[in-house]
């Protein structure tokens, strides 16, 4: 860790900033305009929490690229430490889904309880097609996890050109997905009230998708930084997390398909 | 601010528990008259005094403050994420006092177990502002625990190599660990709670396929690695101060650090020893029994090395050591029943009696406190620059010490004897032993009045503190800067050469 002539050391000391702050009253407005809304209230406080998240998101962020871009504070140990962060959030998102999967194993083998379903998918459930459109969006997204990568190099490789472009037919392949993934729950047989079957499904792949979209809006706002040529073959910390982001959403996915699309329906006797 | 906002709850959440002992002194309904009033207590006792008094004082408080001192670093990591993980467990606080005023409140216990916690038997919103209030202190430590890992593995000084890191960072670096992979799967039990109480959904409703143990699994695949949060940054307080104070190096620094890891580790297959009495198959119980044992062995590791720290030390009872002293034998005594409890087939026997609400009072309530004033003692001097008054200090341990042993220790017979925990009310058999915990409450809530004058009377007329005013014991690198420790500290930063800092 060598030092630097001003500072002494290599560390970014941040400015005081409002967005934590504005943060947490986000949150206090989510949870209680939330609780006032599940209890038939006016749905007004909720979407106030989230206009200020949404406002602190982009703030907290805007100032991050800023001393990026302006200041030169990411030092390479402070892009280390950029990284690990994200690393490190990835695996405790990683534990949210466990908690998911635990779920729905939990109700369809046996041998984990007492309480699960003797088969699986339960009595009078019609799961989806597997390899309709359940596939297909398998393919979709297996194919955006190959052109963040083709991004990835085209930014080692300094070609802002193909990075952009590479990174726009990700995000437009995560919309794509997503489009797909409405129009199958607007056409599945059951509803998230269905019993436990729908409940799994319903929370581990609306999780999964609502992950789809805030991975898609990152790529989306890398888009635009690569466009401005934020990132350079020696500094793209930013575009890094959103890949590696990006691919455990895909990997995610690849669970979510063998498990629940495919393993899930196998039982189905018509 | 954590720390603040620790001794906020802790009255709190102290005076509840006074409310509770006032309530248990003599067979018979006091004064509260409603059951559901006493079990919204209780509740509120727990969440408080578990994720806003112990993990914020010791994780929040002193982790925050000593780590980046400890490890050679100017700040943290992150520290904007630092501040939001403060805010969010304010906020989370006061959506967790709203729930308790919300309707007739949540009467849950502390572990939401449906199919009490759902909409049939808690209809009103306060069930739902606890779960929500849990998610939000949850983002908090799981921002603090990502800002506590990266800024111990990435900013350590030059030459502070991980084998030289002080025992306290590793104990912060083995809790950040279990806050990061324990956390998330209590975030998404609640999320499931919540729309099961909402939107229809049946993760945990028998009626629809859901299954109720399920919420145990993963609540107390959660909460055996919380109770490891709670106490394992006290493991590294004590192990700081016994070695200041025996003026000796920790004896076995390697086996204590990786004893942290142990446990650490084993905390994540252990869970069902909470669910013995749910159903599960003999081999099972088998299983978590044999796992939970093997826990004291690392244990056992880091009691015997604090001991051997002090042998032949030249010991010095400052208020910190007596604290220190005091947390070790006490833990001794949880961590014994401890392995008592972990034997299914007795536990079958002890479940939810006051047996088990002695253990962990004495592991919790008393080491983990133990600890925090530990540390408030150790490190007052550094934080504020104000050394705090000694003889009352010793005069607070002493009441403190015997006020929680008569307090706690009378629970353990009341609860071999069959008293259940969470009922206002008891057969006139267990009316001795609760008057005498009562009076134990009385002394150590006295105390705790002292503690709070010592708290005064340190900010108001301290000595000022000396960079080290505990001599030649204290090694690590926070004594070397000086008290108050400036805003950004080692802005040169040192160079560490010597063999493991304690």
Request: glycine residues 10%.
């Amino acid at each position: 860790m060598e030092t630097t002539q001003i500072k002494k050391h290599p560390w970014h000391m941040v400015e005081p900033s409002p967005w934590p702050f504005t943060g947490t009253v986000a949150g206090l407005l989510l949870a209680t305009g939330g609780v006032w809304f599940m209890h038939d209230g006016a749905p007004w406080v909720l979407l106030a929490g989230l206009a200020v998240l949404l406002v602190t998101f982009f703030g907290w962020w805007r100032d991050v690229v800023r001393e990026a871009e302006r200041d030169h504070a990411h030092t390479p140990p402070v892009q280390h430490g950029l990284r690990m962060g994200m690393v490190l959030f990835i695996a405790s998102e990683v534990m949210f889904f466990f908690a998911f999967f635990w779920a729905y194993f939990n109700a369809s083998i046996p041998a984990l309880s007492f309480a699960a379903s003797p088969t699986w998918p339960p009595e009078g459930v019609v799961p989806l097609e597997t390899w309709e459109l359940p596939f297909l969006n398998t393919l979709i997204l297996l194919t955006s996890g190959a052109t963040v990568t083709y991004a990835h190099h085209a930014i080692l490789a300094g070609e802002r050109t193909r990075a952009f472009y590479g990174t726009l037919l990700t995000t437009i392949l995560g919309f794509l997905f997503l489009g797909l993934q409405a129009f199958e729950y607007g056409h599945a047989a059951f509803s998230i009230e269905d019993g436990i079957y729908s409940s799994t499904f319903y929370l581990a792949t609306g999780f999964h998708g609502f992950h789809v979209f805030v991975g898609a809006c990152f790529l989306a706002v890398c888009a635009l930084r690569i466009r401005s040529g934020h990132f350079t073959p020696n500094q793209h910390v930013g575009f890094e997390a959103a890949a590696w982001y990006w691919h455990f959403v895909d990997v995610v996915w690849l669970f979510l398909f063998t498990a629940v699309y495919w393993w899930g329906s196998y039982g189905f006797k018509g | 601010m954590y720390i603040v906002l620790s001794i906020v709850s802790a009255l709190i959440g102290g005076g509840m528990s006074w409310i509770i002992r006032l309530e248990l002194a003599e067979p018979g309904i006091q004064f509260i008259q409603d059951p559901q009033l006493y079990n919204v207590m209780v509740t509120a006792h727990g969440l408080i005094m578990v994720f806003f008094v112990v993990m914020p004082g010791l994780i929040g408080g002193f982790g925050n403050w000593f780590v980046p001192l400890m490890i050679g670093a100017p700040d943290m990591a992150f520290p904007r994420m630092n501040n939001i993980s403060f805010w969010l467990l304010a906020a989370a606080l006061c959506l967790l006092v709203t729930a308790g005023l919300t309707g007739t409140g949540p009467g849950t216990g502390w572990t939401f177990y449906p199919p009490l916690s759902n909409s049939t038997f808690h209809s009103g919103p306060a069930v739902d502002f606890g779960i929500l209030s849990l998610h939000l202190a949850g983002a908090s430590s799981i921002l603090g625990a990502i800002n506590f890992i990266t800024t111990i593995l990435n900013m350590r000084a030059p030459g502070m190599t991980m084998h030289r890191m002080p025992l306290f960072v590793w104990s912060m670096l083995v809790t950040a660990f279990l806050l990061l992979l324990a956390v998330p799967v209590l975030a998404g039990a609640l999320t499931m709670l919540l729309t099961d109480r909402n939107f229809g959904t049946t993760f945990f409703a028998p009626e629809g396929g859901g299954d109720p143990v399920l919420w145990q699994h993963l609540f107390w695949f959660f909460g055996h690695p919380e109770v490891y949060i709670m106490i394992i940054p006290a493991f590294g307080i004590i192990s700081q101060v016994v070695s200041t104070f025996s003026k000796k190096p920790v004896f076995g620094y390697l086996g204590m650090a990786y004893a942290m890891v142990a446990i650490g580790f084993i905390g994540f297959v252990v869970w069902a020893h909470h669910m013995y009495t749910v159903g599960l198959d003999v081999n099972t119980r088998a299983y978590f029994v044999l796992a939970t044992m093997i826990i004291a062995v690392p244990t056992g590791i880091k009691i015997f090395s604090w001991l051997a720290t002090m042998w032949g030390g030249s010991i010095e009872f400052k208020t910190p050591m007596l604290f220190a002293t005091g947390f070790i034998a006490l833990f001794v005594v949880g961590g014994v029943t401890g392995v008592v409890l972990a034997n299914a087939g007795l536990d079958v026997q002890l479940q939810d009696t006051y047996y088990v609400i002695a253990h962990f009072h004495y592991v919790l309530s008393v080491a983990a406190v133990f600890a925090l004033t530990t540390g408030f003692y150790y490190w007052i001097g550094k934080m504020s620059g104000r050394q705090y008054p000694e003889t009352l200090g010793k005069i607070h341990f002493w009441l403190t010490f015997v006020g929680v042993n008569v307090l706690f220790f009378p629970q353990h017979f009341l609860g071999v004897a069959g008293m259940p925990r969470r009922i206002p009310d008891y057969p006139d058999a267990f009316a001795g032993w609760n008057m005498i915990s009562s009076i134990g409450a009385l002394i150590t809530a006295l105390g705790t009045l002292l503690f709070l004058f010592i708290v005064w009377r340190t900010m108001a007329a301290g000595k000022a503190a000396e960079p080290n005013p505990w001599g030649v014991g204290a090694t690590t690198l926070e004594w070397s800067v000086p008290s108050p420790a400036p805003f950004h500290t080692h802005e040169e930063l040192p160079r560490v050469s010597a063999q493991p800092a304690e």
